[in-house]
T-cell receptor
Framework: EAQVTQNPRYLITVTGKKLTVTCSQN?????MSWYRQDPGLGLRQIYY???????DKGDVPEGYKVSRKEKRNFPLILESPSPNQTSLYFC??????????????FGQGTRLTVV | DAKTTQPNSMESNEEEPVHLPCNHS???????IHWYRQLPSQGPEYVIH???SNVNNRMASLAIAEDRKSSTLILHRATLRDAAVYYC????????????????FGQGTTLQVKP
């Protein structure tokens, strides 16, 4: 089954304690990205990757890091989480990022609370 | 980034057709029109996309105006499981542009389906 898998689904952590949210896709997609969803602000792109070893900042990259060492994995790293990073996070992948008919597949989301 | 405008909410009765409108008057010639939906507590889910011609798939139909400045997502027989937030999104070309491949989610249309 084609899918994007995120882990964990729920996480409560303390300020400053480094954490990683994993994302894996089984569709051999080149393009992967991370979004955060906040009430009243909708979904906003954090980082994206057009292919292995190619990553770039989205609209809200501050406080986050990513890596793309393998095509299937795109982890989101919070080196020193702060309460303003409390949010619902989604990983997404698609064949490419271009507009020519590429549907995006989203993970089930990770609800992160930083206290 | 080209913007879309959708009604905040709509209601439908179960088993009846639903027409969800979207205005995108600043659409460019290379923008594809994508529709996603987000069910409660889930990640966004691809519904349908198109460029100029009307499109049908197992989930819905997409009717695109001749000038491409508006489109309508049609659910032929609404079910209770179709209750969700529906997003109309423009996705442009990637390479050779400043586009990051991100999906720009507005506030969407919250669809309520009454039994």
């Amino acid at each position: 089954e084609a899918q994007v898998t995120q882990n964990p689904r729920y996480l409560i952590t303390v300020t400053g304690k480094k954490l990683t949210v994993t994302c894996s896709q089984n569709m051999n997609h080149e393009y992967m990205s991370w979004y955060r969803q906040d009430p009243g602000l909708g979904l906003r792109q954090i980082y994206y990757s057009m292919n292995v070893e190619v990553t770039d900042k989205g609209d809200v990259p501050e406080g986050y890091k990513v890596s793309r060492k393998e095509k299937r994995n795109f982890p989101l790293i919070l080196e020193s989480p702060s309460p303003n990073q409390t949010s619902l996070y989604f990983c997404a992948s698609s064949v490419t990022g271009g507009g020519w008919g590429t549907e995006a597949f989203f993970g089930q989301g990770t609800r992160l609370t930083v206290v | 980034d080209a913007k879309t405008t959708q009604p905040n909410s709509m209601e439908s009765n179960e088993e009846e057709p639903v027409h969800l409108p979207c205005n995108h008057s600043t659409i460019s010639g290379t923008d594809y029109i994508h529709w996603y939906r987000q069910l409660p507590s889930q990640g966004p889910e691809y519904v349908i996309h198109g460029l100029t011609s009307n499109v049908n798939n197992r989930m819905a139909s997409l009717a695109i105006a001749e000038d491409r400045k508006s489109s309508t997502l049609i659910l032929h027989r609404a079910t209770l499981r179709d209750a969700a937030v529906y997003y109309c999104i423009l996705r442009g070309i990637l390479y050779g542009s400043s586009n990051t491949g991100k999906l720009i989610f507005g506030q969407g249309t919250t669809l309520q389906v009454k039994p």
